[in-house]
């Protein structure tokens, strides 16, 4: 059983930045990939992005490519996501998720684990 806790949300300007954290309990943090994710009121929720087990993979959607950075510290349970030139229409709450199977996040199949979202609103 995994447990996370999103944290780092809150309200910016157009064009500054946020850096999102999902703390995990259980030691097994390093045997999952970690993924985020994003829902906008009235939108479906949508991939943001995904890393490996040990760090080395990372995918991202088109929409952040370039802006957008995730990473992972294992020694600390804990993953990131740092937020750059941060646009309105990046406004959502954020989640966080884990599962044994990266491809599982990339395709929002049955995923394992969910956190419990952390609200990002950017403002013009």
């Known amino acids: 059983q995994v447990q996370l806790v999103e944290s780092g949300g809150g309200l910016v300007q157009v064009g500054g930045s946020l850096r999102l954290s999902c703390a995990a309990s259980?030691?097994?943090?390093?045997?999952?990939?970690m993924g985020w994710f994003r829902q906008a009121p009235g939108n479906e929720r949508e991939f943001v992005a995904v890393?490996?087990?040990?760090?080395?993979?990372?995918y991202y959607a088109d929409s952040v490519k370039g802006r957008f950075t995730i990473s992972r510290d294992n020694d600390k349970y804990t993953a990131y996501l740092q937020m750059n030139s941060l646009k309105p229409e990046d406004t959502a709450v954020y989640f966080c998720?884990?599962?044994?199977?990266?491809?599982?996040?990339?395709?929002?199949?049955?995923?394992?684990?969910w956190g419990q979202g952390t609200q990002v609103t950017v403002s013009s």
């Open positions: 998720a884990a599962d044994s199977s990266p491809e599982r996040l990339l395709q929002q199949g049955s995923i394992g684990y």
């Open positions: 259980g030691r097994t943090f390093r045997s999952y990939a």
């Open positions: 890393i490996s087990w040990g760090g080395r993979s990372t």
